[in-house]
C-alpha cells in the first residue's frame, strides 16, 4: 500500500522559510508528478505547485511563484516544496499528492495519492 508522509511544516515568523518534504512508501513515484496543495481553515483545498515526472517542468499557482520552489528526489522517492519570504496568508495544512500520469497538474482530482498533510502556520 503506498503511502505519502509530509513533514517540515511548523511556526514562523512572516518573511521566514520553511522546506517540507514528501516521503512515499510501498511503490516507487519516479515517473509520476508531483503536487503540492494547501487548505487553510474555512477555505476550499488550493493548487500551490507540480512538477513533472522529469523534474523538467513545473507549475506554480500565481500566489507561490517568486516564492516557492517545488523539486523531487527519486532516489529518495521524495518530493519538496522550499516556501521562503512566507506570509501570514500562506497559514494552512500542505499535503502532497502524485499523479500517476506524470505530467503536472493543478487539478487535485488528477491526483491518485495523498498524505495527511503538514502544518504551516506564519505569525505577523
Known amino acids: 500500500q503506498a503511502q505519502l508522509v509530509e513533514s517540515g511544516g511548523g511556526l514562523v515568523q512572516t518573511g521566514g522559510s520553511l522546506k517540507l518534504s514528501c516521503a512515499a512508501s510501498?511503490?516507487?513515484?519516479?515517473?509520476?508528478?508531483w503536487g503540492w496543495f494547501r487548505q487553510a481553515p474555512g477555505k476550499e483545498r488550493e493548487f500551490v505547485a507540480s512538477?513533472?515526472?522529469?523534474?523538467?517542468?513545473?507549475l506554480y499557482a500565481d500566489s507561490a511563484k517568486g516564492r516557492f520552489t517545488i523539486s523531487r528526489n527519486d532516489a529518495k522517492n521524495a518530493a519538496y516544496l522550499q516556501m521562503n519570504s512566507l506570509k501570514p496568508e500562506d497559514t494552512a495544512v500542505y499535503s502532497c499528492?502524485?499523479?500517476?500520469?506524470?505530467?503536472?497538474?493543478?487539478?487535485?482530482?488528477?491526483?491518485?495519492?495523498w498524505g495527511q498533510g503538514t502544518q504551516v502556520t506564519v505569525s505577523s
Open positions: 499528492a502524485a499523479r500517476i500520469y506524470g505530467l503536472v497538474s493543478a487539478m487535485g482530482s488528477d491526483y491518485s495519492y
Open positions: 510501498g511503490r516507487t513515484f519516479s515517473s509520476a508528478a
Open positions: 512538477i513533472n515526472w522529469s523534474g523538467g517542468r513545473t
